[in-house]
């Protein structure tokens, strides 16, 4: 069974700061990866997809990192701002799996 | 322009009532799903349609019913419900599914805050 943990579950930081948000998975036979936000009372929005053969993905500000083998996956953000405050989740897909198995989520809150 | 969209925006109901909710994507998309988020924020899929045809039906009440009349609507009907059914749904869609080999990104819309009392 695939489980997939985010550490930590919140995350302060100044503004202005380059940060990084980690997600694990236990199993490596992954089809992709996801990150998505998700704002307080509002719904998912999906940030970067990272396909099994691919290493990374970078959207802007925002660069996801994918190792297999070690099943895990970073999702950075350079000089983060007070609107990047957000729940970060990241999900899974396995092979032969349509679903997605979500992780805990990471609160970030940038301090102005 | 909305992509996905889930009515009602916020659900408060009484024990044992049916209740439904529908979702509607405009994307062209040929897989939609349901997710349950719980009180500590943990998204979980229900179902998935693909072209109308279940094709996730993971360990869920049978007082859960979706229905897809086509490809752009999947409504989840809900019997008889519990306390534990309060929970924020979410609906979500993608062009296609893994066994077509074209998994893509899912979009997700707003949300339904369902409460029992």
């Known amino acids: 069974k695939q489980e997939v943990t985010q550490i930590p579950a919140a995350l302060s930081v100044p503004e202005g700061e380059n940060l990084v948000l980690n997600c694990s998975f236990t199993?490596?036979?992954?089809?992709?990866l996801q990150w998505f936000r998700q704002d307080p009372g509002k719904g998912l929005t999906s940030l970067l997809l990272i396909q099994s053969s691919q290493r990374e993905q970078t959207s802007g500000r925002l660069n996801a990192s994918l190792d297999k083998s070690s099943g895990r996956s970073t999702l950075y953000i350079a000089a983060s701002q007070p609107g990047d405050s957000a729940t970060y989740l990241c999900a899974v897909v396995l092979f032969g799996n349509e679903k997605l198995t979500f992780g805990t989520g990471t609160r970030l809150t940038i301090i102005p | 322009d909305t992509a996905v969209s889930q009515t009602p925006k916020y659900l408060v109901t009484q024990m044992g009532n049916d209740k439904s909710i529908k979702c509607e994507q405009n994307?062209?998309?040929?897989?939609m799903y349901w997710y349950k988020q719980d009180s500590k924020k943990f998204l979980k899929i229900m179902f998935s349609?693909?072209?109308?045809?279940?094709?996730i039906n993971e360990t869920v009440p049978n007082r859960f019913s979706p229905k897809s009349p086509d490809k752009a609507h999947l409504n989840l009907h809900i019997n008889s419900l519990e306390l534990g059914d309060s929970a924020v749904y979410f609906c979500?869609?993608?062009?296609?599914?893994?066994?077509?080999?074209?998994?893509?990104?899912?979009?997700f819309g707003p949300g339904t805050r369902l409460l029992v009392l």
């Open positions: 199993d490596s036979a992954i089809y992709n």
């Open positions: 349609y693909n072209n109308k045809e279940l094709i």
């Open positions: 979500a869609s993608s062009q296609a599914f893994w066994g077509q080999r074209t998994q893509e990104t899912q979009y």
């Open positions: 994307l062209g998309h040929d897989t």
